[in-house]
């Protein structure tokens, strides 16, 4: 385990860190203290918790806070909730680190237990995200990902962390998803598989864009459809608790992660207390976020609710925490969707803003592409599609124009999207 003096020693000249902490040394069981969470609404709850072991091991991976929580917050939520990592505990009234992973196997939903990852390794990730000091992306794109996913992950919604009982129960953010119908939800949380012997388009491909993974298979523990966030999200504050969420795509579709916010140091937002997909250096956006309530659903309880106005972006994604900063707003991806039905003369246009992700550009083009066919369509089955696609860019000496013709006797609209 890395000292507090250690990392703070790291932040020094790049950080003031104006929020009193409290190091894992000093930490021992029976110690109690609160945290702070959304369970519906605007209303940051309290929640009391319990510090029941710790676990200091070598290196800082492995080092958590083992706690019982409890509290109206709790009972209401049906235990430790999905969306709740992030949320802040206090301990001897000083910040010991981020509520991050549940036992959720466990019967006791009203005193549940909970791992927080300390205080410590989040710091570092806030090191990071200090001016001048962010990293540029991995040039390896789409192919290496999809290559290499089995390095991390293995199977839909597995965990990233290691067979410990209390240490699978990662609290992964759910991701929330607007505008898009049930086939199109489907394919961003079970991604893209063009394999399957009656696709024509498998021989055309290269190996890499034969299969794209979704959100699932990315580590994302739910993709849920949700009602948009209500204008007045926009002013709810990233402060301590509050909700806040990482944006995959913004406008007609909107797509992000919720968690809760731990730490706020003038402009820099600490949240999560775990992986968002674990993607190191990052440009998502950083947003709002609205919670309309939690469920208690029988495998593990989730908040409901979306994320809002794009304030920032994310730039770490990190084994300890997600890393943002407020007013600094990364480059994304506009696209515009216009399709038209000749058959009944209807059109149809869907304009989004995604991320410049490299791993999952694919998956948001196909899944958003999707939705716009089938809105246009209004129905699956054959037909004849001609596709044209035009790039534009800095740098560009002119447009990009891309022109097909595609006949599918199954399901034409799946042409449209994937042709991107």
């Not at 709850?45 to 091991?57: C, K």
């Amino acid at each position: 385990m890395t000292k507090l003096g250690l990392v703070a020693a790291m932040c020094v000249g790049l950080v003031a860190l104006g929020t009193d902490t409290i190091p894992l040394s000093e930490i021992e069981p029976g110690m109690r203290g609160y945290g702070l969470t959304v369970v519906a609404g605007r209303e940051i709850s309290r929640f009391e918790v319990e510090v029941v072991a710790v676990l200091d091991e070598p290196g800082e991976r492995n080092d958590f806070i083992i706690i019982r929580a409890s509290g109206p917050a709790i009972t209401r939520s049906g235990g430790v909730a999905q969306g709740m990592s992030g949320s802040p505990i206090y301990l001897d009234g000083r910040l010991a680190g981020a509520l991050s992973r549940a036992a959720t196997w466990a019967a006791d939903r009203e005193r549940p237990l909970g791992l927080v990852t300390p205080i410590e390794a989040m710091l570092g990730v806030l090191a990071e995200i200090a001016p001048g000091k962010t990293q540029p992306l991995p040039a390896d794109g789409i192919q290496a990902i999809a290559g290499g996913l089995g390095a991390f992950q293995s199977g839909k919604g597995s965990s990233l962390l290691p067979p410990f009982p209390l240490r699978d129960g990662a609290l992964s953010p759910p991701v929330m998803a607007s505008g898009l119908s049930a086939r199109a939800l489907g394919a961003l949380a079970q991604g893209v598989d063009l394999r399957a012997r009656w696709h024509p388009l498998v021989d055309l491909l290269p190996a890499w864009r034969e299969e794209v993974p979704g959100l699932l298979d990315l580590g994302a523990s739910r993709v849920v459809a949700a009602p948009a966030a209500p204008a007045s999200t926009a002013s709810l504050p990233l402060v301590p608790g509050a909700p806040v969420g990482v944006g995959l795509a913004t406008g007609d579709v909107t797509i992000g992660a919720l968690g809760t916010v731990t730490l706020v140091e003038k402009n820099a937002v600490l949240a999560f207390g775990h992986p968002f997909l674990f993607t190191g250096p990052t440009r998502y956006f950083l947003t709002s976020a609205h919670v309309f309530d939690t469920v208690a659903a029988l495998d593990s309880p989730y908040k409901l609710g979306a994320v809002g106005e794009v304030v920032g972006g994310v730039f770490a994604d990190r084994w300890a925490a997600v890393g943002g900063i407020v007013g600094r707003i990364p480059n994304g991806i506009a696209v515009d969707f216009r399709i038209r039905d000749a058959s009944r003369a209807t059109k149809q246009a869907l304009q989004v803003k995604i991320v410049d992700e490299p791993r999952l550009l694919a998956l948001l083009l196909y899944a958003v592409g999707l939705e716009a066919a089938d809105e246009a369509l209004d129905r699956i089955g054959q037909g004849t599609v001609s596709v044209q696609y035009t790039i534009t860019g800095r740098g560009l000496p002119r447009p990009l124009v891309r022109e097909d013709v595609f006949l599918s006797t199954r399901d034409v609209a799946a042409y449209v999207p994937w042709e991107a």
